[in-house]
């Protein structure tokens, strides 16, 4: 016998093509997600008109960092966020000797 190719509704083709085509994933790992064959929504995207060339695309355009030197705001957060940092550095520190201690203890 013959196996029947599985029927979707035009909603979820359509959505799926707007999914596909809106995700910064590649269009196979969006099929995965979805439970579709790649080639299925491929052939959903090329029908429709919206294949994408991943290759040319290259990755997003992330904005440049501001350096915290030219900015007296955001070098005050990073000093505090730094001396945060420290500080629950030391608490995890002391805790996993506590730890170790209770646990020599217990044996």
Same mark, same amino acid.
């Given at each position: &016998? *013959? +196996?029947?190719?599985?029927?979707?509704s @035009?909603?979820?083709?359509?959505?799926?093509?707007?999914?596909?085509?809106?995700? $910064?994933?590649p269009?196979?790992?969006?099929?995965?997600?979805?439970?579709?064959?790649?080639a299925?929504?491929?052939?959903? &995207? *090329? +029908?429709?008109?919206?294949?994408?060339? @991943?290759?040319?695309?290259?990755?997003?355009?992330?904005?440049a960092?501001?350096? $915290?030197q030219?900015?007296?705001?955001?070098?005050?957060?990073?000093?505090?966020?730094?001396r945060?940092?420290?500080?629950?550095k *030391?608490?995890?520190?002391?805790?996993k000797?506590?730890?170790?201690?209770?646990?020599?203890?217990?044996?």
């Amino acid at each position: &016998m *013959k +196996k029947r190719a599985k029927q979707y509704s @035009r909603e979820f083709v359509t959505r799926a093509v707007e999914f596909a085509d809106s995700s $910064p994933q590649p269009i196979a790992d969006v099929a995965r997600d979805l439970g579709v064959e790649y080639a299925t929504l491929y052939g959903w &995207m *090329k +029908k429709a008109g919206r294949t994408r060339k @991943r290759l040319d695309a290259g990755p997003p355009a992330v904005p440049a960092p501001v350096a $915290p030197q030219t900015d007296p705001v955001l070098r005050a957060e990073l000093e505090q966020l730094r001396r945060e940092l420290e500080e629950v550095k *030391k608490e995890r520190d002391f805790l996993k000797k506590a730890a170790a201690f209770f646990a020599q203890q217990n044996k």
